[in-house]
């Protein structure tokens, strides 16, 4: 089963980032922004999020 890494914007913590297990955060103006909160197995993210991150390689997700 696939699984997802997941930052928070620390400055907008209403907003996730996943991307595949292991990977870098996509281009993003400020990394610094971003704090590792964890890995999720497929199973456990909505399939928009899944999809997104197939699609492009990154996925937001309202965190509210």
């Known amino acids: 089963m696939e699984q997802y890494d997941l930052y928070l914007n620390a400055k907008k ?3 996730g980032l996943y991307v595949p297990q292991g990977s870098k955060l996509p ?3 400020d990394t ?3 704090i590792f ?3 999720f197995a497929q199973d456990l993210l909505p399939s928009n999020v899944v999809a997104g991150v197939k699609a492009d ?3 937001f997700r309202d965190m509210d």
């Open 13 to 15: 913590p209403a907003i």
């Open 27 to 29: 281009d993003l103006a």
């Open 32 to 34: 610094a922004d971003w």
């Open 37 to 39: 909160d964890g890995t």
């Open 57 to 59: 390689g990154h996925a």
